[in-house]
């Protein structure tokens, strides 16, 4: 029974196991970036400011009420001269009077509601056109993201395809090599022979330990960019990485790449800017409403009956501020602002040419990258037919060690060779994509 239940937990552990070793490819890479990459989540972030910021410029257009409550004690109480002939004494003297109580309160509220204000309205336009500024700014460091992990994720994928060409080599040189030993214990081939085929695979064995280190620190890195710990599981899944054979147009005109959206909005936010300077020219009117009680009194003794007197007091007002002369200050504002304007439309038509010089280099760049990797990939297939064939004719004793050896080398070649024209024209699809504002594609399609 007990073996049973250790059984049991051994596989449920087990099982566990294998989904926490859930294996990632580019799509579930790209989505896990998207949801734990820090420097995505903190742009992320300031959509929710930006929010409270437009929040923050509607205030202005919302009842403002304040409260207060302030006391006084007028330890010497002013005095005034008046004119003694009131009281009967001759014209032209004074007697010293004291107008006042020792002690005043007053509590009260005060309420202002904005009526009118063109400069309020444009500048709550502003503020919400600033949010579709935030959002392709977020958008703009999302595609950046896409981009780095698809460029890791393959470069892993290349790691990961060379260390099979280096351990197919391997075990293909280590067969021949204990072969070779045979051969050697029976006086069929020379100590030399032998001891070259023991220094390549001694050379195969140190290559391979290192393309294996080069791909742990290529999945270090990856987990960086997906937002994960140093320390976290990150298996990839074993696949062939396919070349996209589309055609592309080189003459196309980039008209959806982020950084010309995020121009765009840009400029439309200033010349909302704009207007809401020029809002300020216009009046305000405004809505008041004050209300108080004053206390007046003498001594602290509230119980006796007219020692503390009580006075209401209240105004219900409009406010009308028309501006007049500011220092020339909101002209000098509109000339820095029509400045900055003319700045975007330059700064706009140089990211559009400049973006469509970019996309033909790309073009060129898949197309070349493309055929170079066609090439390579014929001559790696030479490179293992030629390799087979020396080979076989080798353990007939039919070639010898150094045509092996150079066959070998061939084969190392083609396969170094293919391997970088993978990554060359992996990076260069990637930049097409970037530039021509599709690189949220591989978010969405399964690779």
């Known amino acids: ?112 509601q904005l009526l009118y204000s063109q400069q309020f309205f444009n500048g709550l336009k502003t503020a919400r056109k600033s949010k579709d500024v935030v959002d392709l700014s977020v958008e703009q460091a999302k595609e950046q993201i896409i981009y780095n992990v698809a460029l890791y994720y393959y470069q892993a994928q290349t790691f990961k395809i060379q260390i099979q060409m280096l351990e197919d080599n391997l075990n293909r040189l280590s067969k021949i090599t204990d072969i070779t030993q045979t051969q050697y214990d029976n006086d069929m081939v020379r100590k030399l022979d032998l001891d070259q085929l023991k220094i390549n695979l001694k050379n195969l064995e140190t290559q391979l330990s290192n393309a294996k280190i080069a791909y742990n620190q290529q999945i270090n890195a990856l987990k960086i960019i997906l937002g994960m710990d140093v320390t976290d599981d990150l298996v990839l899944v074993d696949e062939e990485v396919n070349i996209n054979m589309e055609t592309y147009d080189a003459s196309s005109k980039v008209s959806d790449n982020i950084s010309q959206k995020l121009l765009l909005a840009q400029k439309e936010m200033s010349e909302l800017e704009l207007k809401t300077i020029k809002a300020g020219y216009f009046p305000s009117l405004n809505l008041n409403l004050s209300t108080s009680i004053n206390g007046q009194f003498d001594k602290f003794n509230f119980k006796e009956k007219g020692a503390f007197n009580r006075y209401p007091y209240m105004l219900l007002g409009l406010t009308l501020n028309v501006p007049i002369f500011d220092g020339l200050k909101r002209s000098n504002q509109l000339k820095q602002k029509r400045i900055a304007l003319e700045q975007l439309k330059y700064d706009t038509e140089k990211t559009d040419r400049q973006l469509n010089l970019q996309y033909q280099n790309a073009v060129y760049t898949v197309e070349q990258k493309r055929s170079s990797f066609v090439h390579q990939k014929d001559n790696l297939a030479y490179a293992n037919q030629l390799y087979d064939a020396v080979k076989y004719t080798f353990n007939d004793g039919m070639s010898n060690i150094t045509e092996l050896i150079n066959a070998e080398n061939s084969l190392k070649d083609a396969q170094n060779n293919y391997l970088k024209s993978l990554m060359e024209i992996k990076v260069s699809e990637l930049d097409e994509m970037y530039i021509s504002g599709k690189i949220n594609q591989l978010a969405n399609q399964s690779q």
Do not use: C, R, W
């Open 1 to 112: 029974m007990k073996a049973h239940l250790l059984v049991f937990l051994i596989g449920i552990t087990l099982t566990f196991s294998s989904q926490a070793q859930e294996a990632f490819n580019l799509e579930s890479s790209i989505q896990y970036a998207i949801d734990n990459n820090f420097d995505l989540l903190k742009a992320t972030l300031e959509k929710e400011n930006i929010d409270y910021k437009i929040k923050e410029q509607m205030s202005a257009g919302l009842p403002q009420l304040n409260g207060y409550l302030s006391g006084s004690n007028n330890i010497l109480i002013p005095t005034q001269l008046v004119p003694a002939e009131f009281f009967g004494a001759p014209p032209g003297t004074f007697i010293p009077i004291k107008f006042g109580v020792h002690y005043s309160v007053a509590a009260g509220l005060e309420l202002s």
